[in-house]
């Protein structure tokens, strides 16, 4: 018997070095954010080609923030202030504010366009939520100051909860940083600011408001949050510039779609062309 092959020798040793691994070359390029377009293309496709329609994408994306207010409450006596505005994300809000009131906790709703035309899925959600018992106020009326913290805590829970949490569903993609932000809407991110600094936690949904989505510009009155829960995948926005810093931890929760849902539509990422020989 060769000592090389005898179970005594070692198999991995200065004289006897494993063969060099061959170089990791990945199948394909897949990609890791989207960008506005490719999102409208994404939820496009889900309907039309899978049968999942907004409705059921906007259950499913409201049900993760209402698991993600629970675990930033940590309580159940938490006051919950969830924004919403009138596009998709404003449905989100609205589907997550009857889930949580549903579960026993304190939510209200902050309208921050109120008196104006909500899309039809966004409207049944509305009215879902006002037939569950959710209050929903003007967001102008918002104190920070006087909201009733929640840090009393129940006897079976091991931790207090926080002051309160804000959810923000205000703006979502469609922000473009070449608009600025109305002076109705600073008003209200700065209260939420506000209640930011005086310790409530804030949850944002897709990206924070006045975050632009392609390029992570943010606008001043742009909302700073603790969580940005992205579906799908991270929008662009949120992973580089001003919008990184403003967005937080970044989670990806699943909404009924498969993991490369946006590569089965989309196709995978090109690769990046050969750069040039400066020799050449």
Same mark, same amino acid.
């Given at each position: 018997?060769?000592?090389?092959?005898?179970?005594?020798?070692?198999?991995?040793?200065?004289?006897?070095?494993?063969?060099?691994?061959?170089?990791?070359?990945?199948?394909?390029?897949?990609?890791?954010?989207?960008?506005? +377009?490719?999102?409208?293309?994404?939820? %496009?496709? $889900? &309907?039309?080609?899978?049968? #999942?329609? @907004?409705?059921?994408?906007? !259950?499913?994306?409201?049900?993760?923030?209402?698991?993600?207010?629970?675990?930033?409450?940590?309580?159940?006596?938490?006051?919950?202030?969830?924004?919403?505005?009138?596009?998709?994300?404003?449905?989100?809000?609205?589907?997550?504010?009857?889930?949580?009131?549903?579960?026993?906790?304190?939510?209200?709703?902050?309208?921050?366009?109120?008196?104006?035309?909500? +899309?039809?899925?966004?409207?049944?959600? %509305?009215? $879902? &939520?006002?037939?569950?018992? #959710?209050? @929903?106020?003007?967001?102008? !009326?918002?104190?920070?100051?006087?909201?009733?913290?929640?840090?009393?805590?129940?006897?079976?829970?091991?931790?207090?909860?926080?002051?309160?949490?804000?959810?923000?569903?205000?703006?979502?993609?469609?922000?473009?940083?070449?608009?600025?932000?109305?002076?109705?809407?600073?008003?209200?991110?700065?209260?939420?600011?506000?209640?930011?600094?005086?310790?409530?936690?804030?949850?944002?949904?897709?990206?924070?408001?006045?975050?632009?989505?392609?390029?992570?510009?943010?606008?001043?009155?742009?909302?700073?949050?603790?969580?940005?829960?992205?579906?799908?995948?991270?929008?662009?926005?949120?992973?580089?510039?001003?919008?990184?810093?403003?967005?937080?931890?970044?989670?990806?929760?699943?909404?009924?779609?498969?993991?490369?849902?946006?590569?089965?539509?989309?196709?995978?990422?090109?690769?990046?062309?050969?750069?040039?020989?400066?020799?050449?």
């Amino acid at each position: 018997m060769r000592k090389n092959e005898s179970p005594f020798w070692p198999q991995k040793s200065i004289l006897n070095p494993p063969p060099p691994k061959a170089p990791y070359v990945p199948v394909r390029r897949v990609r890791k954010t989207l960008l506005r +377009a490719e999102q409208r293309e994404v939820d %496009r496709v $889900a &309907a039309r080609d899978y049968s #999942v329609g @907004i409705p059921i994408l906007m !259950e499913h994306a409201g049900l993760a923030v209402a698991n993600a207010c629970v675990v930033l409450a940590k309580a159940l006596t938490t006051p919950i202030h969830i924004f919403a505005g009138k596009g998709m994300n404003g449905g989100d809000s609205y589907v997550a504010a009857r889930i949580l009131k549903s579960w026993g906790y304190k939510v209200t709703l902050w309208d921050c366009f109120p008196g104006e035309e909500h +899309a039809a899925v966004v409207k049944a959600n %509305r009215i $879902a &939520a006002e037939r569950f018992q #959710v209050p @929903i106020r003007p967001a102008s !009326e918002f104190d920070p100051q006087v909201w009733q913290a929640g840090i009393s805590r129940m006897i079976h829970e091991e931790e207090p909860g926080m002051p309160c949490v804000i959810v923000d569903g205000i703006l979502g993609t469609g922000y473009e940083f070449t608009r600025p932000l109305p002076s109705s809407l600073c008003a209200i991110t700065a209260k939420i600011e506000e209640g930011h600094v005086r310790g409530a936690r804030v949850i944002a949904i897709d990206l924070p408001t006045g975050v632009d989505c392609d390029t992570g510009e943010a606008d001043p009155g742009a909302i700073s949050a603790d969580l940005t829960l992205s579906f799908i995948l991270p929008k662009h926005g949120i992973t580089i510039g001003a919008g990184k810093q403003k967005a937080g931890t970044i989670r990806v929760p699943t909404i009924g779609l498969p993991i490369n849902f946006a590569d089965m539509v989309l196709g995978p990422v090109p690769e990046p062309a050969p750069e040039a020989d400066p020799k050449a």
